[in-house]
């Protein structure tokens, strides 16, 4: 049984928010996510959110990457 509520509806009666997508999305890079979640992502949300989300967290990830690869070698010099 879910224990959260959320404006008087169980977490996952409801459409994710922004927010929401945004941690499904953070919690998927590393692997975990509650059931709970996992079950309102698949019924109530909208897959293009979560594909854009993604994809933006993948290239603001790999552009960090980057940056920090470029700022270490340029101080090893």
């Known amino acids: 049984m879910c224990e959260y ?6 977490v ?3 459409k994710p928010t922004l ?10 890079f ?9 079950k309102r992502d698949f019924q109530h ?8 989300v993604g994809l933006v967290l993948t290239v ?3 552009v960090g990457m980057i940056l920090i690869v470029k700022l270490i070698l340029a101080s090893a010099t």
């Open 30 to 38: 590393f692997g975990v996510q509650s059931d709970e979640n996992r």
């Open 19 to 28: 927010v929401d997508v945004l941690k499904s999305v953070l919690a998927s």
């Open 12 to 14: 996952e009666d409801r």
């Open 5 to 10: 509520f959320y404006k008087g509806l169980h």
């Open 60 to 62: 603001l990830f790999i």
């Open 45 to 52: 949300g909208n897959p293009a959110q979560f594909i854009i």
